[in-house]
C-alpha cells in the first residue's frame, strides 16, 4: 500500500497488489483487535465474552487436529502459549480466506480510500489506548516494582532473564517513569489525525525496544509486542515516501489534506467530541487501574523480613526425600513467601495469612493443586514457630528474624559527581 491510499478519488484505481494487501489487512487487524473499543473499560468488557469465547472453542478444537493433544485455555500470565501460537494461525488463515473471498467478488472495485481510513481510524485508537495502558502502568510503577526482598536475597545466576530484567527496571523508578511516558504521549498522539504520525514514528521507537526486550530477555509478550509493532508501521504506510523525503533525501514535502469521516460538519464534530472523551476515559481508567495495583503491591506482610531457620524437623515418609530443607524463609508483601533452600534454591509460594487463625496457606504458582497449611505463632520478639504438613509429612520449624539486611542496589542512589565509576 502507498500514499495513494488517502486519496479520496474513487476513481483512482489502485495497484491490484495494492487492493489485495488492503483486504488482508483489513480483516486481519479487525479480527485481532476485536473486541475493542468494549475491552477499553471496566464492566464495558462484559460484551467481549461472547467473542473470546467464540475463539477459544475454535482453538480447542484446533489445537487437537494439528498437533494430536490438548491445547490448554487457561490464562497463566504468558501470551506465547501454545494456544496463542494457534489463535494468531487460525486468525491468519481465516484473514487469508476472507481476502480470496473478497477478491472473487469485488476485484472491479478501484479501490478502498474511505474504508481504509475507517480502519487506520480503528487501528490508531487501539493501539493507542494499548500504549496508554502500558504508560500508565509504568508511570504509576505498579508494572515493575521495586525488588523484593527474595529478589535481592537471590543470586544474579538463579535469576530468569526475565526476573532480571524486571529487577532491572524495578530497581529505578525515574527511568520506568520515563519509558511510561514515552509510551502514554506516543498512544495520546495516536488519537488526533494530526499528530498521528508522530504518534506512529514514537510508537515505532519505543515498541521497537519493548520487543527487542521481549526477545533479548524471553519475556512471553513476544507475539503481542510484535503486532503491536506492526500496527503502528501499518499506520506510517501513507507517509513513507513522504518520510523518506525528509529524513534520508531532504527533499520538501507538501501536507495532506485531512479528509472528513462524513460529509456533514455536525456529524464531524460529534466524532471530535466523541473521540476527545474517549481519550480522557482511557488515560483515566489506566491510570486508576494503575494506581489500585500499585497500592495492594505495596501492602507488606505483617511478618515482612528474612527470618533464619534454626530448627525444621519433617518427619519421615514416602514423600518426605522431595522435600529440599529449609535455610531461610522471606516475607515480603502480604500474597506472596518465598523459601530459600540449603541448596541456594527459591521456592515461591503464593500466601493467603489468616492473623486472627494464625494460619498461612501456601500454594505453589506452577501447581495449582497444590496447597498446605502452616500454623505459626510468634513465641517471642523476633521467633517464630511453624507447624504443619509439607508433602504429606509433618512439619515443625523454629525461625528467627535477621535484622533487616541492607543492599547496594537500593541504597546506592543517584550521585551528580563520580570520581571514579562506582561499578561492584
Known sequence: MSAQLVNEDLQTRWHPFTRVAFRFAFVYLILFNLPFPFTAFPYVDKVAEPYNSFWTAIVSRTGPIILNHEVSTEFNGSGDRIYDFLYVACLFVLAVVVTIIWTLLDHKRPGYPTLYRWLHLYVRFALGTTMIGYGAYKVIGSQFSRPTLDRLMQTFGESSPMGLLWTFMGASEPYTMFVGFAEMVSGILLFSRRTSTLGALMSVGVLSNVVALNFSYDVPVKLFSSHLLAMALFLLIPDVRRLVNVFFLNRPIQPVPLQPLFDKTLLNRGALVFASLFLIGVVSVSLYQSYD??????????????????????????NSAAVQRWRRVIFDSSYRVVAQTTTDTQERFRLQMDEQKKTLTLRKREDPNWQTVLTYQEVSPGILTLTGEMGGSPLTAKLRRTDEPQFLLTNRGFHWINEVPFNR
Not at 302 to 308: F, H, R, S
Open 293 to 318: 495495583q500499585r497500592s495492594r503491591q505495596v501492602q507488606r506482610s505483617p511478618l515482612y523480613g528474612v527470618w533464619e531457620v534454626e530448627e525444621f524437623n519433617l518427619g519421615k515418609t514416602q
